[in-house]
């Protein structure tokens, strides 16, 4: 299967800890997105790359959260020094486009618990 | 895998039934509108999409409505199915607008329940 993929799919860190989630597109799509899904409650949109630059970055809560894509197709997701409220289900979606309509494609994601 | 929304308006139907799951919208500025349906431990998955130039959109066994006036879309499935059990979002964007980007923004979401 060519979905989008990402791990570990569950993920327990104490809080203070550092963690890192790995997304891996479908191969040749130009666009990555982070989203944050807190139980109970849609998506919320964290950041975009196309290809390895990061365009937008306006959804990421605060500066423990960094994302890349240095070659312009695994994207990771880290946060530092992980707090309770960082608990939530991290998803990647890619597409092939740009810009305009274009679908977004979504991986399973990961979900993190800080305890 | 664990719930998708625990506290999630939740919609039940019978097997057959058709069902209309209804979504307001934020922005006016909004052009694009998709539908998605997420099932437990998944992630969201595309159903239908619906460009801000069209009120309606069919599909196979799924319809969208968009009424700009007053900013609420809906889907209707017809016939449901115990496969169509899951929770759907709908989700707006505004793509003619390039430095917005391609990221959506997701409404609540409303969990169906297809009953036998």
């Known amino acids: 299967g060519a979905g989008v993929s990402q791990s570990p799919r569950y993920k327990v860190a104490k809080r203070g800890q550092d963690v890192a989630l790995r997304c891996d597109p479908i191969s040749g799509h130009v666009s990555l997105f982070w989203y944050q899904q807190a139980l109970g409650q849609g998506p919320e949109f964290l950041t975009y790359f196309q290809n390895e630059a990061q365009l937008d970055k306006s959804g990421l809560p605060s500066d423990r959260f960094f994302a890349e894509r240095p070659e312009g197709s695994v994207s990771t997701l880290k946060i530092q020094r992980t707090q309770q409220e960082d608990s939530a289900v991290y998803l990647c979606a890619s597409s092939a486009r740009r810009v305009g309509v274009a679908e977004q494609y979504f991986g399973p994601g990961t979900r993190l618990t800080v305890t | ?116």
């Not at chain 2, 169509?84 to 505004?94: I, L, R």
């Open chain 2, 1 to 116: 895998g664990e719930s998708v929304g625990l506290h999630l308006p939740t919609l039940s139907v019978q097997e057959g039934d058709n069902s209309i799951i209804n979504c307001a919208y934020s922005n006016s500025a909004s052009d694009y509108f998709i539908w998605y349906k997420q099932e437990s431990g998944k992630g969201p998955q595309f159903i239908i999409d619906i460009r801000s130039n069209m009120d309606k959109r069919q599909g196979q066994r799924v319809t969208v409505l968009l009424n700009k006036t007053v900013k609420h879309l809906s889907l209707q499935i017809a016939a449901t199915q115990p496969g169509d059990s899951a929770v759907y979002f709908c989700a707006e964007n505004t793509v003619l607008i390039k430095a917005a980007g391609n990221k959506l923004t997701f409404g609540g979401g409303t969990r169906v329940l297809v009953k036998p």
